[in-house]
């Protein structure tokens, strides 16, 4: 078989790597997880997960069911059982005595804290409940939360959850157009913004995209606007329908009793990007999805008592839901939440957080601690970092050499490594090393977590040898698994269960090496990773034929030293527009526009890197472009084998064009 060409070139150095750290003895003695946790899971899946979800969760009602999956591929976890996220997350440690134990160091950009015990944070989540309710808002009704990292945002998950609303957050980096067809999807009853966040120093404005999303159409379901207060900039009202989240609080009470749900009730809508234009609303509900989080934030992180954690992920992305609010929470553990930037108002800022609160635990992506690569190891050698003492990454592969960095610079050279895959899709971490019991290897993720089963498989779906390559696939039900895509069955099983029978399609490469241990390789569709995030090559492509400039247009991700990948655009112009790009000016000024036009489209982190302007794009005989072979233009290699293009004579001239619009 052919091993799939992985759409995250670069990698082929992760294939001859050989270096391996076993776990120092000190910490594999005192490990939560040992060795033998894989033997209990193996001997007994289904009772491993039922055991999870009775350690590590309070239920109101106790299940007896632990899986249905006479509906599959949409899985049933602990059915009959009945609990609340919330009372999960927040009222049962304080009932536990815990109620002074810090949930949330908050740092704001400007270097404004907070410290919110979990006492208080039951206070404000019961009153947000209240809040909720006094709006109409009621069991089932979704809630669009579009919000930068605060405080708030943490609480209006909860208050959504302690009600039973699903939540559907939206990243406060995605544009107007981007949250109003995320919110006609989910047809949302209430917005939860804030009238900005500060960035970079400035304060950047939230309330008018949520203004101009709620003005478009398909957003009519929108009753109700709760507006967080940040910034105190000048902020657009409109009356009866806008109303201020301090006000809403003030006058709510602070005792709530939790709406208790099933296990299989929705917890959240999360979209993210496809293969098509049309993002996917994936679908998560509450008891599996909860058991799931705290396991693996328990067992990948090694987490005990005292130690502090630190999640740099935004709470707009999957990371965010799993391992800054439900994992972390669900746990009773301490943690710190960063509302900015990692180099403002200076380049270590990260490290001098780190220093303040004795972070012990962190968790990041390849791309940020490819950046501080970049920056230089004198920057996080100026501060006191020899609190931390498990260290992760996840989104995106981590190639050897950031590995290395990390583990040297950051971790003094003895900190165990945790390289950890998974999806939105997947709710939780899926693959990982488990610091004390695995010996790590630089750009791996190694093994299923005890409990998951995952395979390699070729293109007919056997499993391949230790050293074949083929497609990550996941073979048995999980429990924080997603139980469909919003309102679409039919593409649930489309996308993740056509591929191969009876497999969930991950839509990663991967390989086994000789130790039979597994190594990510990137999407094997076209879905594009730029700095962790996952955006649709076809949903750019649509955004840029929107343009009334543009005829045609192709996306690839290309290799970047930073961002793992890049957005690359290859357009073609309109008849009339054609020689606006003849000139060196006038290719930078089309460039320019049609990567605001992006920016304005789907957010700032879709804008490509480049845009070429070509006068023909490479195309099967069936129509089907040829990403490959403007890869290969992207990365600046040869381009590859060209012979089942319909008209061969294209990539030479599209070669012979280049240079105007690079
Ligand atoms: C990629 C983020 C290699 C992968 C949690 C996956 C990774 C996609 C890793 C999901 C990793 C995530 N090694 N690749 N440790 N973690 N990925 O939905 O391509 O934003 O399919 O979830 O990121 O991205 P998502």
């Known amino acids: ?107 704001g950009e400007p270097g404004d804290t907070r410290t919110v015990t979990y006492a208080d944070l039951q206070r404000e989540v019961a009153r947000a409940a209240n809040a909720l309710a006094a709006l109409g808002v009621s069991k089932g009704d979704r809630v669009v939360i579009y919000l930068p990292m605060l405080v708030e945002s943490v609480v209006a998950m909860l208050a959504c959850a302690r009600i039973g609303a699903p939540h559907s957050v939206v990243f406060g980096g995605f544009s107007a157009d981007a949250l109003r067809s995320r919110i006609a999807d989910a047809q949302a009853t209430l917005v939860i913004t804030a009238d900005g966040g500060y960035r970079r120093g400035a304060p950047s404005a939230l309330k008018p995209a949520v203004d101009e999303a709620l003005a478009g159409e398909g957003a009519e379901t929108v009753k109700h606007v709760l507006v967080v207060r940040r910034t105190g900039q000048e902020t657009a009202w409109t009356p009866g329908r806008d109303i201020w989240w301090h006000d809403a609080l003030e006058s709510a009470d ?15 809508i999360l979209y993210t990007s496809g293969t098509t234009g049309r993002p996917k609303g994936i679908l998560h509900t509450t008891g599996g999805y909860l058991t799931q989080a705290a396991y693996t934030h328990q067992t990948v992180f090694d987490l005990k008592d005292g130690d502090v954690f630190w999640c740099t992920a935004d709470i707009g992305w999957v990371t965010g839901h799993s391992y800054v609010v439900y994992g972390p929470l669900t746990n009773g553990a301490t943690q710190v939440l960063y509302e900015g930037t990692p180099d403002t108002p200076h ?73 950890t895959w998974w999806q939105t899709e997947t709710g939780a971490i899926m693959i990982s090393p488990l610091p004390g019991v695995t010996a790590t290897k630089p750009g791996s993720a190694q093994v299923p977590v005890p409990g998951i089963s995952a395979d390699v498989v070729d293109d007919e779906a056997h499993p391949v040898p230790d050293g074949g390559g083929g497609y990550l696939v996941l073979t048995e039900p999980w429990p924080a698994m997603l139980r469909g895509i919003w309102g679409d069955r039919q593409r649930y099983e489309d996308t993740y269960w056509s591929r191969f029978r009876g497999l969930y399609f991950a839509g990663d490469g991967a390989k086994r090496d000789d130790d039979g241990d597994i190594w990510l390789l990137g999407r094997v569709d076209d879905v594009m990773n730029v700095s962790g995030h996952r955006l649709s090559t076809t949903e750019i492509e649509s ?17 970047d030293d930073t961002t793992g990948q ?97």
């Open 543 to 559: 955004a840029l034929v929107a343009h009334d400039i543009v005829a045609e247009a192709a996306v690839v991700g290309a290799s």
């Open 1 to 107: 078989m052919t091993t799939p060409q992985p759409e995250t070139a670069g990698l082929e150095n992760l294939l001859h790597e050989t270096r391996s750290f076993p776990p120092a003895p000190d910490f594999a003695a005192a490990a939560n997880a040992q060795a033998s946790l894989y033997n209990a899971a193996q001997a007994d899946r289904l009772g491993f997960w039922a055991t999870q979800a009775r350690e590590l969760i309070s239920w109101h009602t106790p299940f007896t069911q632990t899986l249905d999956w006479s509906d599959a591929p949409v899985a049933r976890w602990f059915a009959d059982g009945t609990l609340n996220a919330a009372y999960n997350a927040v009222d049962r440690h304080v009932e536990a005595g815990h109620g002074d134990r810090v949930a949330i160091h908050f740092e």
């Open 566 to 662: 890049a957005v690359v655009a290859f357009v073609i112009l309109r008849g009339e527009h054609a020689d606006r790009a003849a000139t060196p000016e006038g290719a930078q000024a089309v460039q320019e526009e049609l990567r605001q036009h992006v920016a304005s489209q789907i957010g700032p982190i879709a804008k490509p890197k480049r845009i070429l302007v070509v006068p023909e794009l490479p195309k099967t005989r069936s129509g089907k472009i040829m990403r490959r072979l403007l890869r290969d233009v992207a990365e600046n290699r040869a381009v590859g084998d060209a012979t089942t293009l319909a008209d061969s004579s294209v990539m030479d001239l599209i070669s012979a064009g280049l240079g105007a619009g690079t």
């Open 254 to 268: 602070t005792f709530h009793e939790p709406v208790w749900v099933d296990a299989e009730h929705p917890l959240f």
């Open 347 to 419: 380049r270590g800022r990260w490290w001098e957080l780190i220093e303040k609160y004795r972070v012990s635990i962190l968790y990041t992506a390849p791309t940020a601690i490819r950046t501080c690569m970049k920056w230089g190891d004198d920057i996080p050698a100026a501060y006191d970092l020899s609190s931390l003492r498990v260290l992760g990454s996840v989104g995106e592969p981590i190639n050897p050499e950031a590995w290395m960095w990390y583990r040297r610079v950051i971790g003094a050279d003895k900190t165990p490594i945790v390289d």
